[in-house]
């Protein structure tokens, strides 16, 4: 009679344990595939995109060359996800040589100091071929250009006309080849007829509550740059 009870008792405490032990099993399944979401939700969904507002004229110091493409990229300085963009304006400027010049607009707040923009970033840029780096106080030019996320690009073919808008990224923070990088390489060589897009994957340059729906909203027609 009390064997039975034991066993009884035994096995109850088995089943309990069995249970616990799949319970657990479970528990660290859905643990890891949440991880694995939210991991692969950073990486590959883009940021907002806004659109440069038609006319849009750049501040002066932008010095659009009149021979060549300009290539102009919105980026925070403290963004580890534009590392990226840069190695892809390398390789550009690797395949298609003086084929164009960039200009990397940064932002930073409007009472920093100049230390504060002096990254990695930042000497990466000034680094690039026909290169210069732009520091913009308050963001006043990136937010009037509609750039939300670091690592937005646009480029101007040598008539100031805007032949491309988006990212140069496959996904935040990866290299390789990408759908804007295939764009912008294809209209500075001569194969690109109309202009295009892609999503930008990076950090929002500035809170996206700052802009407003006339900035950040889409908008008919090309843009074009002032000469």
């Not at 060359?65 to 400027?93: G, N, S, W, Y």
């Amino acid at each position: 009679m009390v064997s039975h009870a034991f066993e009884r008792g035994f096995g109850v405490l088995e089943m309990i344990r069995q249970r616990w032990v799949l319970l657990s099993v479970t528990a660290w399944a859905v643990a890891c595939v949440s991880v694995f979401v939210l991991l692969w939700s950073y990486a590959n969904v883009p940021g907002a995109q806004g659109m440069l507002p038609v006319g849009w004229t750049a501040a002066t110091e932008l010095e659009r060359p009149d021979d060549r493409a300009m290539l102009l990229v919105f980026a925070h300085p403290k963004c580890p996800c534009t590392r990226a963009t840069m190695t892809a304006i390398e390789r550009l400027q690797r395949e298609v040589p003086s084929s164009f010049a960039t200009r990397v607009v940064f932002y930073e707040p409007a009472d920093a100091d100049a230390s504060w923009r002096q990254t990695d970033l930042w000497a990466r840029a000034n680094k690039l071929v026909d290169a210069k780096a732009i520091a913009d106080p308050g963001g006043t030019m990136t937010l009037d250009a509609g750039a939300v996320v670091s690592g937005c690009v646009a480029l101007f073919d040598r008539d100031g006309q805007l032949r491309f808008w988006g990212g140069i990224t496959p996904s935040r923070g990866h290299e390789g080849e990408s759908v804007g990088l295939g764009a912008i390489r294809s209209v500075l060589r001569g194969q690109g007829a109309e202009m295009t897009s892609a999503p930008v994957y990076g950090c929002e340059i500035a809170g996206a509550c700052v802009l407003s729906m006339e900035v950040c909203g889409e908008r008919d027609g090309d843009a074009s740059i002032d000469e």
